[in-house]
């Protein structure tokens, strides 16, 4: 979908969707949006974008009332750890969520 729309428009219809989706009550949604997230990184947008993703859902999912969503966040680094920058997985993703779980 992302090669058919405007990156603007996609960011601005799609986009809150799949951030929607990775809260999803159903766990293989969940990691259905992750593998989304690593799709459009490689074949349509960049880096930054899945970082900039990434650090908001984690903080958000990190915080959450719901046991299953906390931990989710340490699933979604197991998935995403090769598709971030080193700096982000240390700094982000390492010392913000994993080191106080």
């Known amino acids: 979908m992302a090669t058919f729309l405007s990156k603007n428009k996609f960011k601005e219809h799609v986009e809150p969707l799949l951030k929607l989706w990775l809260e999803d009550s159903v766990h293989q949604v969940r990691l259905e949006a992750v593998n989304a997230l690593i799709k459009l ?10 970082e900039n993703i990434v650090d908001q859902k984690l903080e958000e999912l990190h915080k959450h009332t719901r046991f299953g ?6 699933h979604m680094i197991s998935l995403l750890h090769m598709q971030v920058s080193d700096q982000f997985l240390n700094e982000k993703m390492y010392k913000a969520y994993m080191k106080n779980f």
């Open 69 to 74: 969503f906390r931990m989710h966040t340490l």
């Open 41 to 50: 990184k490689t074949n349509s947008f960049n880096l930054e974008w899945l």
